[in-house]
């Protein structure tokens, strides 16, 4: 499995103008969009989340504690059966059921859809799950509840940003063989997700399984990330609609949050770059590291690193500004409120990076996800448990341009999402619609810059 | 001649200048508020 090219598998041709001028486009949309939010938008939309209950039986129904169950112990067992084919099954990357299952089918599909309909990871939570069996053991025996650790709050959602950081690290770096691939082997996959388990199980024991997947499980957070701009929400044992975009809103009060969504924009950007913008200063570092004696493989991992860093320090240091700039504004709260206040205006551009450079590898590769993996798990070629192992791959399903207008559109829509979420957000700071107007010049400038940067990035991956 | 040979490594320029006009309209924007503040 080849990740940074995965959106590069054709050229695009007859593009009706050049790439650079969607860049142009886009900008003017965003700045169009803009003025239309400062004359139309005069009041907070989205700070209540408007909930409508559904139904009672369909919410005791999907609430239920055998669905509950069930839905844990499909995530235990997929997760089972991913380590499983990691560790037993081929070395081949794109013959293993792991790491198509683990980086494309879990990684982008959660994010996917839990921006459409909620955070979906947290009742197929394999390891949410194993913790309340532990925990529900514990009391039938004991006889009363495990007693926890106070959670440090001050640590926030750091350990999930730094979890994060490194599963990504773990995906394009480590996994990184030669200058031009990216070949991850399955069985050093299958090595992490048991380490990462058991770390992950001992936390939960020491601090509570809700308040560790709350705070410090990296996925739990990454996934609900998402899943904040979704329209489904539980709450107090019903299932309820509420307006989309609006429970991101309460998202980034813990700290450490802008920390998550900035690491998530950073590894796609890096992942995007690592072969195409970033390609020749990379090669020349590494050239240098070698020529002072590191081995071709340290000398390759360090050099990624320090670019992943450099990444994302660029795109806090972006965000800063921004929020650097709104301080200008009379009235501003403090420069830290104000980097919380808006760090969920990030969610919506993370979401639109993630689409823009992986909507064709996912539509590609859950064909063989559902096809010749579901089939023969672990790669030997002895097994075809649904009749589907000999399903190939059709990369003529999208073209290639299809694949650049969804790359385009998705980032517009994004940018002018995160538009729209901060200039709700400072109507809430500056109720004079003028002076929150004004707040959010930098904020404009800020996504014009992620934009061009999306494209620009997309363009050179794209050839 | 010209060394055409080498444009695509300059294209990047291209997808900077909407950030620039839009940093150069704050910014003249930010002056000029700041001015007539002044004069206020």
New interface residues.
């Given amino acids: 499995m080849t990740l940074p090219v995965a959106h590069a598998l054709a050229s695009r041709q007859d593009l009706p103008i050049p790439a ?1 001028l969607f ?2 486009a886009a ?1 003017i949309v965003l ?1 169009v969009s803009f003025f239309a939010l400062s004359a139309a938008w005069r009041k907070p939309q989205l700070e209540d989340e408007h909930r409508r209950p559904l139904g009672e039986r369909f919410s005791a129904a999907l609430l239920s504690l055998p669905a509950q169950v069930l839905c844990g112990a499909i995530g235990v067992f997929l997760l089972g059966v991913a380590v499983y084919a990691g560790l037993r099954g081929t070395e081949a990357p794109d013959r293993n059921f792991a790491l198509t299952f683990i980086f494309v089918t879990c990684w982008l599909g959660f994010p996917f859809f839990s921006a459409i309909f909620g955070d979906l990871f947290r009742p197929f939570n394999p390891w949410r799950a194993v913790g309340r069996a532990a925990g529900g053991a514990f009391t039938a025996a004991a006889g009363q509840r495990p007693a926890h650790l106070a959670y440090p709050e001050r640590l926030g959602r750091w350990p999930a940003a730094v979890g994060l950081f490194a599963f990504v690290w773990i995906e394009v770096v480590y996994g990184r063989t030669s200058i031009v691939s990216v070949d991850i082997e399955p069985h050093a996959v299958a090595v992490a997700a048991l380490v990462y388990s058991v770390y992950t199980l001992a936390m939960m024991a020491v601090f509570g399984v809700e308040k560790w997947c709350e705070r410090g499980e990296a996925f739990s957070v990454y996934f609900g990330m998402f899943g904040r701009l979704g329209i489904f929400g539980a709450r107090e044992g019903r299932i309820y609609r509420r307006r989309p975009f609006s429970a991101a809103t309460s998202w980034a009060t813990v700290p450490g949050s802008a920390a998550v969504v900035i690491a998530s924009i950073a590894a796609t950007s890096f992942d995007g770059a690592q072969d195409g ?1 970033f390609k020749d200063a990379i090669e020349k570092v590494f050239i240098w590291f070698g020529d002072r004696g590191l081995a071709l493989t340290t000398a390759l991992r360090l050099t990624d690193t320090i670019f992943m860093l450099a990444t994302f320090a660029a795109v806090g240091a972006i965000y800063l500004l921004g929020v650097r ?1 709104m301080r ?1 504004v009379p009235g501003a709260p403090s420069f830290k409120q104000l980097r919380t206040g808006f760090a969920h205006t990030l969610i919506p551009i993370a979401l639109a990076y993630l689409v823009a450079h992986y909507f064709s590898f996912f539509v590609f590769q859950e064909q063989a996800q559902f096809g010749y993996l579901l089939s023969d798990p672990l790669g030997t070629g002895h097994t075809d448990l649904f009749g589907t192992v000999a399903n190939e791959v059709d990369y003529k399903l999208l073209s290639a341009n299809a694949i650049w207008y969804v790359q385009v559109a998705a980032l517009v829509i994004g940018h002018v999402i995160g538009l729209m979420l901060a200039h709700d957000r400072a109507l809430v700071y500056w109720p004079d619609y003028r002076k929150a107007t ?1 707040s959010q ?2 904020m ?2 800020v996504m ?2 992620f934009t ?2 999306g ?2 990035l997309l ?1 050179v991956a794209n050839g | 001649m010209l060394p055409l040979a080498h444009v695509g490594h300059y ?2 320029t ?6 620039l ?3 150069a309209a ?1 910014v003249r ?2 002056i000029a ?1 700041r001015r007539a503040g002044r004069d206020d």
């Avoid at chain 2, 291209?14 to 950030?19: D, K, N, R």
Wanted: net charge neutral; charged share 0%; hydrophobic share 65%.
């Fill in positions: 650079w860049a142009w900008s700045i913008a700039g200008t004004a010049y930098w404009l400038a014009v810059a061009c940067f494209l620009y363009s | 294209l990047w291209l997808y900077v200048i909407p950030i006009i839009v940093v704050i924007n930010t508020q």
